[in-house]
């Protein structure tokens, strides 16, 4: 059966810092991009960041660079999301996926992934 499990979200002071975590179970993450997006209540839901599976580039939306790092663990099968200096418009609620075809090196639109996880809630206020 395959499935995204996420865990890590939670309620956090303006400043602080989350790390999320995408557990991955009946396919081999390493052989495909892998992304996360969020949110927020009204909003479309948005690419925050992503790795390539052609060839490995990484992604990040303008208004998360240089506080969120993405990264993966091959030998766990697992995504993680790491969150820094968190701000109170990055309250959403986030989103792993993976997706296996791509037309391009570019992966933070949503409608190329295969498989979601169930979402978790990052909440930043004080």
């Known amino acids: 059966q395959v499935q995204l499990v996420e865990s890590g979200g939670g309620l956090v002071q303006p400043g602080g810092s989350l790390r999320l975590s995408c557990a991955a179970s009946g396919f081999t993450l390493a052989r495909y991009a892998i992304g996360w997006f969020r949110q927020a209540p009204g909003k479309e839901r948005e690419g925050v960041s992503c790795?390539?599976?052609?060839?490995?580039?990484?992604y990040y939306a303008d208004s998360v660079k240089g506080r969120f790092t993405i990264s993966r663990d091959n030998a766990k099968n697992t995504m993680y999301l790491q969150m820094d200096s968190l701000k109170p418009e990055d309250t959403a609620v986030y989103y792993c996926?993976?997706?296996?075809?791509?037309?391009?090196?570019?992966?933070?639109?949503?409608?190329?992934?295969?498989?979601w996880g169930q979402g978790t809630q990052v909440t930043v206020s004080s």
């Open positions: 790795i390539s599976s052609i060839d490995g580039s990484t």
């Open positions: 996926a993976a997706g296996e075809t791509f037309g391009s090196s570019w992966c933070l639109g949503p409608n190329e992934y295969d498989y």
